[in-house]
């Protein structure tokens, strides 16, 4: 999933000075279940927001939505008729959905409520962990499963680096080293000549480097003259 | 408004197999607490979210207290144990917001300390009435859900927590 | 878990020139000609003072074949690694420049090789870099485009078959580079550390040197085991040496610094010198330390010397230069020999 993280109260505040009536957004999807952008979190957001200002000696509306999917336009279509009645619309979306509102509405001011930090997944309660950075060419095949693009501190094809000890990353005491865990679970696989191989320098062109990718897929588009 | 004549509104979220049951001993042995309580009952203190302790403030509580049961006393097993971090979550809240972080507190009790009970209830009301009454106005302009029935935008995603 | 550890094939590279023809470089002829090498360690100024290079390029003359170059060690700005290596060069000492993978990306990192070759640099370290977080520019985005493996396979390629990492020709010949790589025997997986280096070999270093070592039968085990799968035959192995120069920093290095053991015995030692000796006297205190750093490292040299594999030693003085004629002369690598 992706995960995110609210910005503070105060910098969400900072933004939407200038507004008196603002529109909450939140999604079902991922930052549901991360618990970060969904309808509990719209509340509980919308309500401090509120509060905050009156505290302050001034007044701002907010009003409460929880989309199922932010990042598509079918389901954002729906509040096109309240969406102008609004100074502003806060997004609890990911970084996609914030994009996706002020896409399908452009004469809006969107506002970011939340940090996208990455894909990750929750490794215990209460605690999410990065998993992938999305690099377009995937190599979990070979590296038993773990990746080292996301999990390794310096993102080596063939660790680890000398800081590695006793499973620990050197750069932070809370993290494994991606390459100790690589190794042990290829040595426990019977397969450490797959590791004796030299993994030749990434071609980062499938990465984050090329401006923003597109996955263009003919079987799906729509043929001339069939409306979506 | 100073303190002797202010009034707080406080509600209780209590537990029904302790708290609840506490101030109905209270109330059956005629040890007074204040009247200014609001009591709701709760299967379980763990029922109570960050989200419905700030509706009350929002909705011009002074203060909000939530009483469980006795550490590791749950029926629950961790009901409790979960209240006292929200609590928490809505004390650091309350401070981002600019009110006082007196304004909520977690309380354990037994079903058998009415009289506890009683004058816990009573110190947390004393308290808010030192802070004075809440600046947030009774159902100032409390915002809401977007569009009554009807209308589209009902697309709520899951519930949180 | 059942681990089997495997034998591994260690496939010599066809365009692999003999050992002597390589670089053109002291390093590789004092090795071609068998003789148990020298090197030494130089850290650049974070200044752009050349007169502390030259002060550090007098203090090793004629103690080693050649000396490192760090390349913003521990992530902190320095003056340059191939340009502090000129200046190395122009006093007389052959230059290994460190190249770390941390800062620079293939275009960079190719681009300065040529530039090194032309300023009549012949050997390169090459490393993946300590992590930012650690040095004077924790906010800085690293590179990371290629890891240490893939920079000795590059720098390997670019020599031998005049490529640039891209497959294009190199017109004119490729650097004619000395390919050094680093090897950390006691940091984990320490089971697995044997194979990393053997993989070190496969993509094409010619000569391994170590992190500092201290913990001689962990180091007696490993060496044992780079023997057995035949890394020694393929590179020259050179191992790092260095003096402690107090008892608080032999705790500190054996309880603080990842990748590093030290034993407690010599931690012992190191509180022992001074136990006669006041609190108050800061310098009677000093000299006994270092006195003491320099005689236990003389003592590992020479055992070192005698464990199969090894072609030279790595002497670092971290920051403490004048320590290298001492520990040389008492490994009895002094003087170190004339070479065509
Ligand atoms: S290798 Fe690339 S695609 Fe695969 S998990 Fe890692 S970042 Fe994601
Ligand atoms: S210690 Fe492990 S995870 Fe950290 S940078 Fe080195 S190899 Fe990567």
Request: glycine share 10%; aromatic share 4%; hydrophobic share 40%.
């Amino acid at each position: 999933m992706i995960v995110a993280e609210q910005k503070s109260l105060d910098e969400i505040k900072a933004m939407l000075k200038d507004a008196k009536k603002v529109l909450a957004v939140g999604c079902g999807t991922c930052v549901t279940v991360c618990f970060a952008g969904g309808r509990n979190e719209v509340g509980v957001l919308s309500s401090s927001l509120r509060m905050a200002r009156e505290v302050d000696g001034d007044s701002l509306t907010v009003d409460e939505v929880t989309v199922q999917r932010q990042c598509e336009t079918e389901y954002i279509d729906g509040l096109a008729d309240d969406v102008e009645s609004y100074d502003a619309v806060l997004s609890l979306g990911c970084g996609v959905g914030v994009q996706s509102l002020a896409e399908r509405f452009p004469a809006m001011r969107i506002f970011p409520a939340l940090n996208t930090k990455f894909m990750g997944y929750p490794s215990e309660h209460g605690v999410w962990e990065e998993r992938c950075q999305g690099c377009g060419n995937c190599i979990l095949h070979l590296t038993g499963g773990i990746c080292p693009v996301s999990r390794c501190s310096k993102q080596l094809f063939n660790g680890p680096c000398g800081g590695s000890q006793a499973g620990i990353c050197e750069v932070d005491p809370d993290t494994s080293c991606a390459w100790q865990l690589i190794w042990e679970r290829l040595g426990e696989q019977g397969l450490i000549e797959q590791l004796m191989e030299v993994e030749p320098p990434k071609d980062w062109s499938t990465s984050r480097d090329g401006g923003h990718r597109r996955i263009v897929r003919d079987d799906l588009r729509l043929p001339d003259g069939e409306e979506g | 408004m100073s303190p002797e004549t202010f009034k707080p509104e406080v509600v209780a979220f209590c537990c029904r197999h302790c708290a609840y049951a506490a101030a109905d001993l209270a109330g059956g042995a005629r040890v007074s607490y204040p009247p200014a309580i609001k009591i709701v009952e709760l299967p379980c203190t763990g029922r109570a979210s960050v989200l419905e302790i700030l509706h009350a403030l929002e909705d011009g509580a002074d203060g909000v207290v939530v009483a469980g049961c006795l550490p590791g006393t749950c029926h629950y097993l961790m009901g409790n144990t979960h209240a006292r971090q929200r609590v928490d979550h809505v004390t650091e809240l309350l401070k981002k917001i600019g009110l006082e972080d007196q304004r909520a507190r977690m309380i354990n009790i037994s079903a058998a300390m009415g009289a506890q009970f009683a004058e816990k209830a009573t110190e947390f009301v004393n308290t808010v009435r030192e802070l004075g009454p809440s600046p947030i106005a009774r159902g100032a302009c409390r915002g809401g859900p977007l569009g009554g029935p009807g209308k589209a935008p009902a697309m709520d995603g899951r519930e949180g927590r | 878990m059942n681990v089997h550890f495997p034998k591994v094939n260690l496939p010599e590279s066809p365009d692999t020139p003999p050992l002597g023809e390589r670089s053109g470089g002291r390093l590789e002829r004092i090795l071609a000609a068998g003789h148990f090498a020298v090197t030494g360690e130089v850290g650049p100024p974070k200044s752009h003072d050349a007169e502390v290079i030259r002060r550090k390029a007098r203090l090793l003359e004629g103690c080693v074949d050649a000396a490192n170059i760090t390349d913003n060690q521990t992530a902190v700005v320095r003056m340059s690694s191939i340009a502090a290596g000129a200046i190395l060069l122009e006093e007389g000492i052959e230059p290994i420049i460190q190249m770390t993978c941390r800062d620079r990306n293939r275009l960079a990192i190719q681009a300065d090789l040529l530039g090194a070759h032309a300023l009549g640099i012949r050997n390169v370290l090459c490393l993946s870099g300590d992590h930012q977080s650690m040095g004077n520019h924790p906010g800085a985005k690293n590179v990371h485009d290629i890891d240490s493996m893939q920079l000795i396979r590059m720098v390997k390629d670019m020599r031998d078959r005049n490529v640039f990492q891209c497959g294009e020709e190199i017109k004119g010949g490729g650097p004619r580079l000395f390919v050094g790589a680093a090897a950390n025997p006691f940091a984990d997986p320490v089971e697995w550390r044997p194979y990393r280096l053997a993989k070190k070999a496969i993509a094409g270093a010619d000569f391994i040197q170590t992190q500092l070592i201290y913990d001689m039968p962990a180091f007696r085990k490993y060496m044992k085991r780079a023997v057995d799968l035949g890394v020694t035959e393929r590179l020259s192995f050179i191992a790092g040496v260095g003096p402690l120069k107090s008892s608080g920093m032999a705790r500190f290095m054996r309880d603080r610094v990842p990748g590093m053991s030290i034993p407690d015995e010599l931690v012992s030692r190191m509180e022992g010198v001074v136990s006669g000796i006041d609190k108050e006297q800061k310098e009677a205190r000093r000299d006994a330390w270092r006195a003491e750093g320099i005689k236990i490292c003389i003592e590992q040299a020479q055992e070192i010397r005698e464990i199969e594999g090894i072609a030279g030693i790595h002497i670092m003085g971290i920051e403490w230069e004048e320590a290298i004629r001492p520990i040389a002369e008492g490994a009895g690598v002094l003087p170190r020999p004339e070479i065509e």
